[in-house]
């Protein structure tokens, strides 16, 4: 069953890429007490992730800290080093987006949103969505019915709701 509007987010550690090297974060100390702009994506590099979807964070980042939102996060089921150099690549990193990896699918399990495709091979992967969380407790949530559009789940779409 998938998390729903209302309901707090299951602890996790995610992973990140810091200073030293690859770091954990408990997200539930990252969303304690503040507002996030979360989306995750089926995988980096891919196509409509990379020219559309983080795009589209990137381009309504300022609205939303003008609107409240502590911080813009994208988990995708990648490790940290991959995650990094996508960043990096896209602008992500440059423009404020916190890039997160959930390695083992687990939160994005936890949540109900994990998906396989292996046509394709994607397996054990994030469907495309986007959420806003206050104070660890969902409150819009958006969910794209096919992985390769980015519309409801887009920077925008979630923008209006905030």
């Not at 891919?46 to 795009?55: K, L, R």
């Not at 980042?61 to 150099?85: H, T, W, Y």
């Not at 960043?87 to 390695?103: R, V, Y």
Request: aromatic share 6%; net charge negative; glycine share 10%.
């Amino acid at each position: 069953m998938s998390i729903s509007v209302g309901q707090a987010l299951p602890e996790a550690t995610l992973v990140r890429m810091g200073p030293e090297g690859p770091e954990q974060v408990k997200l539930g100390s990252l969303t304690k007490g503040r507002k996030l702009a979360i989306f995750a994506v089926p995988g980096a590099f891919t196509a409509t992730c990379s020219m559309a979807h983080v795009p589209s964070f990137m381009r309504t980042r300022d609205q939303f800290m003008q609107k409240g939102v502590d911080e813009i996060v994208c988990i995708s089921v990648n490790d940290p080093f991959v995650l990094q150099a996508w960043g990096e690549s896209t602008g992500a990193t440059d423009a404020g987006i916190t890039m997160l990896g959930d390695p083992e699918s687990t939160f994005t399990t936890a949540i109900g949103m994990d998906f396989t495709a292996p046509p394709v091979g994607l397996i054990a992967r994030s469907k495309r969505y986007a959420m806003l969380v206050e104070d660890n407790v969902v409150k819009v949530l958006h969910v794209e019915q096919s992985p390769g559009t980015c519309e409801a789940t887009a920077g925008e779409s979630l923008l209006a709701e905030v």
